[in-house]
C-alpha cells in the first residue's frame, strides 16, 4: 500500500481538506480531481484566483501547490496512483422522484463509485468525505467489490469544517472521526486513515482527538452533529419572536443561558435564521431517514427545524413590511450582505436570497451589496427584475429608504453611519437581521432600528 491520497471533488470539502492534509504530511503526494475543468484551472491559477473564498487558504495552496498537492481532471491515472482514495463530491437534496425535497441526490458519489472501480488498478481504501446517509457505505462496498479483482475497504471520515474559518478548523480540529467496518482489514485501514490525520512525525491531531467508530456511527454522527447546530439556531430564533412580543431582549437571554456550561454559549445568536448548503440538507435527510424506518415523530420533530427556519425569514419580510407603513412597492432597500455567513462567498441556501425574492414579490427597488458573494448573489437570482448590485455599500445605502443587514460582515460596523443616514431619504430604517451594528448609536443619528429578538 503506497501513501498517496486522491480526493474526488474539488469543491469546498475538496479542496481546502487536502490542501491541509497535503501541508501537514509532506512525505505524501495529494491528487485532487474534479469533472469541473473550470474549477481545476482556478485551483491551478497562476495568481491564485481560487473558486472559493476562505480566510487563510491561499497561504496553504501556495505552500504546497505543485511540490505534493495537485489538481487535475486526469480522475484515472490520479485512482491509480493513489491507494488512499477520498470521496467530496456533492449530495444535495434530491429534487425528483422518490424522496424528491428531502432524501440525498447520491448520483454523484455513486458515479464516482464505479469511476474508482473501473479505473484501481490494485487494493484501494476508500474514504467518504461527503455527507451520506446512514449504511450509504454498504451501497459503495456492494458497488466496489462485486466481480471486482480487487478489494476495497470503504470508511467513513465525515468532515465538521465550518466555511469561514475552514482552515483554522482543520489545522485544529475539535476531533476527527472515523468509522471502518469491525473487522482485520477494516481496523488496518481505519489505523492508515488515523495516520494521515496524525500528520508527519506526530506534528498534528492529537491521537485522543481521533475517535473511531463503527462505520454506521460514523455516517449518523455527521447527519446529528448538524442537526444538532441547525436546531439550537431555530430554538434561539423561536425564542426571539417571543422577546419581540415581549421586551425582552434575544442576546441577553442567550448570554446568560450559555453560562450554563450544560448548555454552552455556542450558536446561540439570533439571527435570519440558517443557511449554507448543508444544514437545510442534513436535517432533511435525517427527516427522511427517519420517515424511511418508520419513526415518524422524530421525522415531525425534526422537520420543525426547518420550518422554523424558513418562518424566520418570512418574520423579517413582515416586520420590515410593518415597519415601512405596509408599503413596500417602489421603495429602495439596500440589502448589506449576501452570503449565508461572514467571510464566505458562498451564497448556498443564503437567507438573504429567500428574503431578497421576498422583497422581489413586494415590487421593491433593491441593490444588494457584499465584499465576497456578488457573482454567486447575481447568478442565484438571474432573472428577477429590480435587483442592482453594488460593491460599495455607501453607494448601495444612497437614497434608499431602508438598510436590511443580512451579512455579520465585520466591515458593517465599522462604516460611517452618519454619511449613510445623510444620504438616504427619511425616515431612514436600519433593520439588522444579525444584531451586529450599535443600535444605540444608530438611533442617536437619527436611524429607526430594527433588530431580531429585541
Ligand atoms: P461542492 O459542490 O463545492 O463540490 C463538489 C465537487 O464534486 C464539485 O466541484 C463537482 O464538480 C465534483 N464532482 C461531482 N461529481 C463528480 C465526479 N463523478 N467526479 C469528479 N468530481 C465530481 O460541494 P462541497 O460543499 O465541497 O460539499 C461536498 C460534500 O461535503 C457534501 O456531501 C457536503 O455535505 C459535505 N460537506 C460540506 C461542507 C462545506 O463546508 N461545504 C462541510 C462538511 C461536509
Ligand atoms: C456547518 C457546521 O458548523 C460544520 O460543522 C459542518 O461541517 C458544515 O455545516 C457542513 O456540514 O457543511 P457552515 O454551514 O459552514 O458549517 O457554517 P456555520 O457556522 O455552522 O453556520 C451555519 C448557519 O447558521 C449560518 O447561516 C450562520 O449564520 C447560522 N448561525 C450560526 C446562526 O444564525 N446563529 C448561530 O449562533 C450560529
Same mark, same amino acid.
Given at each position: 500500500m503506497n501513501k498517496n491520497i486522491v480526493c474526488i471533488g474539488a469543491?469546498?470539502?475538496?479542496?481546502? &481538506?487536502?490542501? /491541509?492534509?497535503?501541508?501537514?504530511?509532506?512525505?505524501?503526494?495529494?491528487?485532487?480531481?474534479?469533472?469541473? %475543468?473550470?474549477? =481545476?484551472?482556478?485551483?491551478?491559477?497562476?495568481?491564485?484566483? #481560487?473558486? =472559493?473564498?476562505?480566510?487563510? #487558504?491561499?497561504? /496553504? /495552496?501556495?505552500?504546497? !501547490?505543485?511540490?505534493?498537492?495537485?489538481?487535475?481532471?486526469?480522475?484515472?491515472?490520479?485512482?491509480?496512483?493513489?491507494?488512499?482514495?477520498?470521496?467530496?463530491?456533492? &449530495?444535495?437534496?434530491?429534487?425528483?422522484? !422518490?424522496? %424528491?425535497? !428531502?432524501?440525498?441526490?447520491?448520483?454523484?458519489?455513486?458515479?464516482? +463509485?464505479r469511476e474508482i472501480k473501473n479505473y484501481a488498478d490494485g487494493d484501494k481504501i476508500v474514504v467518504e468525505k461527503s455527507t451520506l446517509p446512514v449504511r450509504t457505505a454498504a451501497a459503495m462496498e456492494a458497488i466496489l467489490n462485486d466481480s471486482a479483482k480487487y478489494r476495497f475497504t470503504v470508511l467513513s471520515n465525515p468532515e465538521f469544517l465550518a466555511e469561514g474559518t475552514a482552515i483554522k478548523d482543520l489545522l485544529s480540529p475539535d476531533r476527527v472521526l472515523i468509522g471502518g467496518p469491525e473487522t482485520v482489514e477494516g481496523r488496518a485501514a481505519v489505523r492508515e486513515i488515523c495516520d494521515i490525520y496524525a500528520g508527519k512525525d506526530g506534528k498534528w491531531v492529537e491521537r485522543y482527538k481521533i475517535l473511531t467508530t463503527n462505520v454506521w456511527s460514523a455516517e449518523l454522527t455527521k447527519l446529528a452533529a448538524n442537526a444538532m447546530l441547525a436546531q439550537r439556531v431555530s430554538s434561539v430564533n423561536a425564542l426571539a419572536? #417571543?422577546?419581540? %412580543?415581549?421586551?425582552?431582549?434575544?442576546?441577553?437571554?442567550?448570554?446568560?443561558m450559555g453560562a450554563d456550561r450544560r448548555i454552552g454559549s455556542k450558536f446561540l445568536k439570533a439571527g435570519p435564521g440558517f443557511g449554507g448548503s448543508c444544514f437545510k440538507k442534513d436535517v432533511l435527510n435525517l427527516v427522511y431517514l427517519c420517515e424511511t424506518f418508520g419513526l415518524h415523530t422524530a421525522a415531525e420533530y425534526w422537520s420543525g427545524v426547518i420550518k422554523m427556519n424558513d418562518h424566520q425569514q418570512e418574520r423579517i419580510v413582515s416586520r420590515l413590511f410593518k415597519a415601512m407603513f405596509n408599503t413596500l412597492a417602489n421603495k429602495k432597500i439596500a440589502m448589506f450582505g449576501f452570503a449565508f455567513k461572514a467571510d464566505t462567498g458562498?451564497? !448556498?441556501?443564503?437567507? %438573504?436570497?429567500?428574503? +431578497?425574492?421576498?422583497?422581489?414579490?413586494?415590487?421593491?427597488?433593491?441593490?444588494?451589496?457584499?465584499?465576497?458573494?456578488?457573482?454567486?448573489g447575481k447568478r442565484d437570482l438571474a432573472g428577477l427584475d429590480g435587483i442592482t448590485w453594488e460593491k460599495d455599500p455607501y453607494k448601495a445605502a444612497k437614497d434608499a429608504d431602508a438598510v436590511l443587514v443580512m451579512t455579520d460582515w465585520k466591515e458593517y460596523p465599522a462604516l460611517d453611519w452618519e454619511k449613510i443616514f445623510k444620504s438616504m431619504r427619511k425616515p431612514s430604517l436600519v433593520f439588522d437581521t444579525r444584531n451586529c451594528l450599535d443600535a444605540g448609536a444608530l438611533k442617536k443619528i437619527g436611524f429607526r432600528v430594527l433588530n431580531v429578538g429585541k
Open positions: 469543491g469546498y470539502i475538496g479542496g481546502p &481538506t487536502m490542501a /491541509v492534509i497535503a501541508k501537514m504530511n509532506p512525505d505524501r503526494k495529494v491528487y485532487v480531481c474534479d469533472i469541473n %475543468a473550470k474549477r =481545476i484551472a482556478a485551483w491551478n491559477s497562476k495568481n491564485y484566483a #481560487l473558486p =472559493i473564498y476562505e480566510p487563510g #487558504l491561499v497561504d /496553504v /495552496v501556495k505552500e504546497v !501547490r505543485g511540490k505534493n498537492l495537485f489538481f487535475t481532471t486526469d480522475i484515472k491515472s490520479a485512482v491509480k496512483k493513489c491507494d488512499i482514495i477520498f470521496v467530496g463530491v456533492n &449530495t444535495p437534496t434530491k429534487m425528483f422522484g !422518490r424522496g %424528491a425535497g !428531502r432524501a440525498s441526490d447520491l448520483q454523484f458519489w455513486e458515479a464516482t +463509485a419572536g #417571543l422577546c419581540e %412580543a415581549t421586551g425582552a431582549d434575544i442576546d441577553e437571554v442567550a448570554r446568560v458562498d451564497t !448556498r441556501e443564503t437567507p %438573504a436570497g429567500y428574503v +431578497a425574492r421576498l422583497l422581489n414579490e413586494e415590487h421593491v427597488r433593491l441593490v444588494i451589496t457584499d465584499p465576497k458573494a456578488i457573482e454567486n
